[in-house]
Nanobody, 116 residues
Framework: QVQLVESGGGLVQPGGSLRLSCAAS????????MGWYRQAPGKQRELVAL???????NYADSVKGRFTIARDNAKYTVYLQMNSLKPEDSAVYYC??????????WGQGTQVTVSS
């Protein structure tokens, strides 16, 4: 099993920035992809950003140009730098990891609230 622990969430004003971190532990061998999903009240959980292998990235259209994902493969850690935050970015952000072909792992989530 893989344990994912998020940190870095909190309350920020519109236009501000936050940096989320997620550290994987346990059976970390062969983790292929790591990334972030988010879920706001009344909405489906949605992909925010994903990095596969060491270089392939995928972003939701709503965050392109504002968010940046990075991965430290040696430390099994993934980061999400969030800039120019908007109220609609408010959600619980969940760390995600996968192993080929079909194993998926989730963190407990960290709250991000963007409000004046």
């Amino acid at each position: 099993q893989v344990q994912l622990v998020e940190s870095g969430g909190g309350l920020v004003q519109p236009g501000g920035s936050l940096r989320l971190s997620c550290a994987a532990s346990g059976s970390v061998f062969n983790i292929y992809a790591m990334g972030w999903y988010r879920q706001a009240p009344g909405k489906q959980r949605e992909l925010v950003a994903l990095i596969s292998g060491s270089t392939i990235t995928n972003y939701a259209d709503s965050v392109k140009g504002r968010f940046t994902i990075a991965r430290d493969n040696a430390k099994y850690t993934v980061y999400l730098q969030m800039n120019s935050l908007k109220p609609e970015d408010s959600a619980v952000y969940y760390c995600y990891a996968s192993k080929i072909p079909s194993a998926n792992y989730w963190g407990q989530g960290t709250q991000v609230t963007v409000s004046s």
